[in-house]
């Protein structure tokens, strides 16, 4: 047969399986979204409407990976957790890295109309993705403080960038000048000395990112999760598995909420057991 | 600061360069696109604006990395080889292998209704990827084999196989029975005998697959790039890069023709030299 | 320089570092001993000689590599344990892994004449190794369950088979037949009532293999160390590391007792910590 | 069973297959061989009993690896390369690496009385491994010029070094410092002028270091190759390989030849086919 004498180069496909019994990490990022934002002029510090599309195609990823069990967002980045069990793909790390990838874009471009009705999209955005293995549940925690401690540096910063450049009346160049070398303490004050602005007082999405997790909700509940408060987007997917008799079924919930404590960790003990 | 000493957990992403000098070949395939194609009444056995739709993708995919030299597409998968020396993103592995399955999903939803304008698309489709070494041109050139081999496999088979359900009434259960363990000739036969179908006669398109190359063309020949053959595709995308006084261009000649014999690689000896 | 067009080769050197913070296994088998202990009249079932041979130089390994915690050995092979934080060669994958089986293979052939002297060395012996990373404790000490749960079995195994050939007369291949589908208990039968050998009594070497791990000894109590109790081989080599003032020292205790039950862990708490 | 429920933590142990059809290279590198030499008082620049004991390990292990085609050694490291094609251990990377190391130390522990009769070894002598994937033959004999230039670079400085301290009376330092910032042609100068020493009429072993190939020689030449040329160590080992009715064996020769120019590989064509 014709393929058969050429069937041997498959054997060059060599296997990937990722450590078993490990917290497997993919963080999806935003490849050259600096152009993507200005070609389709996101507002600044933050596109509501730009968050608002990430949480959703975050939130089809997890419903298609159904052992992930916690997504982490900010900017143009989000980060997903497997519970340490998972089997998904057989760990396979090409499989499950650019399945996930590729799922985070296509649902990002399928749903750019939805979230940015009045921009067309002019070109197609892509992301990068990559997996990182946590051995314990120390280092997931510590990663996940990592990227809502960043979350915090950088929203402050450009929020007062921003202030300085559209309400302040200077040049980009001069507002990273005044900046440069500020302490955390001074940007707060200048926000609020010469904008008005208290920081604390900003939105939560924009200082602590967006977290997801699965709930069990009780079936009753359930007109109570959908009212418009913005923060369950679960009526737009497919996200309800009914437990038999039990009447709960299970909902990704979307929070702006300090994941550095150990507040969110009590209260979600599974994601820690992994 | 807040986010110092989290920031260990860095250390935790390993490199992952792949091996110098050795052919990137790196293959998507559609995800669940049987489901994809039920729910979108994809023609059968072949859609040619699903196979006009992936072969834009994969152009798109050749404009940002330019150091792609050979694509090959059929069906719902597409692979494309790098050349040997390559050092895009200094060969890391998730970098290259992300982006590129990012960028190929991305712009095939982003054209979809270009390509099938009649056809809403329901639901974010995927593909996943994979990345293959190859040391040497001659495994290269046999996994280009390989592929369009598997072209010609699947494609005999099923424009019988749906010839003998559209035409012939049978059922999918009847006409897999029909074609069990039947030879490549006998398929040919019943093809003619039966449906008038000479299949030598059929499409390239169906037959080769889709190969895309980069081509030097003279400026001045341009119009006669773009007759409406449908074989060049450039037109839609910006790969115009002008060569300086020579009034060359390189553009993406998209060809069915085929990989398998000499011809091919002898009028394209860059691919080999990789 | 005739060097340097040359030294491009070096960039085919990969990195390859362990994942962070996980523990580190290293397994050491011997290669093909089957015909080494025939070759050099090995007692049967067990040989002291050659086990202590082994255990000298898993000795010297650990002298080497002071992020060791723990090793256990059983007939040819034996497993190393790296502390989790150790940062010893960068945990470079082959430089540890090499240098390890390296040192283990050196000090068996240099130390034979030493523990065998009344046979000469045929030819060099070797041993192959690996690596395996373990996320967490559990699975660690899962692993050294698993190999001394081996040592149980083969050593049970092995003491009723030998007592067959060897005093019971029966050839290798009745003696298989014998035990063939035989369970734990049938096979304690077969060794009392027959052979009037209490399983139970036989040395804790063979029924436990060997384990060795540090510790901390006063000074003035050296001597009571080095009692022939054949337990305590640290007079042999340097592992002498004097702790200013406090008159404290480690060594390397071999010890040949249980290490599946949690009291071996709680009487040293560090190797759980990592 | 006792074992059963702790075998999952083979699951750990991941699979390492190598490239197919891609040249294995493996560089073994003496560990701390600077105070080996010292403690065993080896004679500089070179020992040729040391380096004779290096040659006779690598042979052994050419012995065991039929698959290895040529083999480098200078100074304290050796480099083995085997054909393309090689299937040894299913091109599992540590298996091979490491069995490889092991055997090579083995060897020189074992055959050490018989080239340094004189001196005792006092401690375990230990090497670090590693393996290198090099796609075509043109990357591979680049490696081993790049060894081969290496060998004349260190051999000239050592060369010029040990003679301006054993016969040039300056301490170490100054040697250093005398030879700090020469071109190779002021090196040649200072050995000829000061020391009466053509540079080119030292020995080849030094120069160009050790050749290592298999070759097929006719049974009856057999005597013809024991010369005591010290070229051929076969008698030594074994590795008489019959050829049925040909009356050919292939054995194992040692030269110091150039295998920068052609002349070597056209020789040995079948090292370049892998």
């Known amino acids: 047969m014709a393929g058969t004498k050429f069937s041997y180069v498959k054997k060059f496909e060599l296997p990937d399986p990722l450590l078993p019994n490990t917290f497997i990490l993919v963080r999806i990022d935003g490849h050259a979204f600096h152009r993507l934002s200005e070609a389709h002029e996101f507002m600044k510090p933050n596109d509501e409407r730009a968050l608002q599309l990430m949480d959703h195609a975050a939130q089809d990823v997890m419903n298609e990976f159904k052992d992930i069990v916690l997504a982490f967002g900010e900017s143009d980045e989000y980060s997903f957790l497997f519970k340490k069990a998972t089997a998904v793909y057989n760990r396979r790390h090409a499989k499950i890295l650019t399945t996930l990838t590729s799922l985070f874009t296509s649902s990002y471009v399928f749903n750019w109309q939805k979230y940015i009705p009045d921009v067309a999209l002019k070109y197609p955005p892509t992301f990068d993705g990559r997996v990182v293995l946590y051995p314990t549940s120390k280092e997931m925690r510590d990663y996940f403080s990592w990227r809502q401690a960043d979350t915090h540096i950088n929203n402050l910063y450009n929020t007062v960038f921003w202030a300085l450049v559209q309400q302040g009346g200077q040049s980009t160049t001069q507002a990273h000048a005044t900046l440069r070398g500020t302490q955390s303490k001074h940007k707060h004050d200048i926000l609020f000395s010469h904008f008005g602005i208290n920081y604390n007082s900003l939105p939560e999405r924009y ?29 737009s997917t497919e996200n309800l598995e009914a437990k038999s008799e039990k009447k709960l079924r299970t909902t990704i919930k979307v929070y702006h909420c300090d994941i550095i404590q150990n507040n969110f960790w009590e209260e979600h003990p599974n994601i820690l057991q992994g």
């Not at 967006?210 to 009212?227: F, Q």
Request: charged share 35%.
């Open 207 to 235: 200082r602590k990112g967006s977290v997801l997790v699965r709930e069990e909700v009780v079936e009753d509940a359930r007109h109570t999760d959908t009212t418009p408060t913005g923060n369950d987007i679960q009526q």
